[in-house]
């Protein structure tokens, strides 16, 4: 599909210089929008944008604030942390073992 979008040249001379490419500034607009309304997959963001790795599309959504972190990924982080810890105490301090 080819979207075509009508400006007034002021803007779109405005818009240019700040953004040297106007349809991949469009472009990416759409799909960052797209993506966080979940209207669009990280795979399909890849593929829209013409990355070749998710690992782009990681950086992408840095460079643009949007960071695929849940609360439950946060919960889950918190458990594996706290596990950890408990593992690091009983290794350092190892008659604090139970038997």
């Known amino acids: 599909m080819q979207i075509t ?3 007034p040249e002021d803007i779109a001379v405005g818009i240019e210089s700040r953004w ?3 349809p991949r500034a469009a472009l990416e607009s759409l799909a960052l929008e797209a ?4 209207a669009l997959t990280a795979a399909q963001l890849r593929r ?11 950086a992408f959504l840095k460079e643009h ?7 439950a990924d946060f919960e889950l982080d918190r458990e594996t ?3 950890l810890r408990i593992r690091e105490a009983s ?3 190892p008659s604090s073992r139970c038997s």
């Open 5 to 7: 979008m009508e400006l």
């Open 20 to 22: 040297k490419d106007l």
């Open 35 to 38: 993506y966080r309304s979940s």
């Open 48 to 58: 829209l944008l013409g990355f070749q790795t998710r690992m782009e599309v990681d």
């Open 65 to 71: 604030e949007i960071f695929d972190y849940s609360a």
């Open 81 to 83: 942390l706290r596990e």
């Open 91 to 93: 290794v350092l301090n």
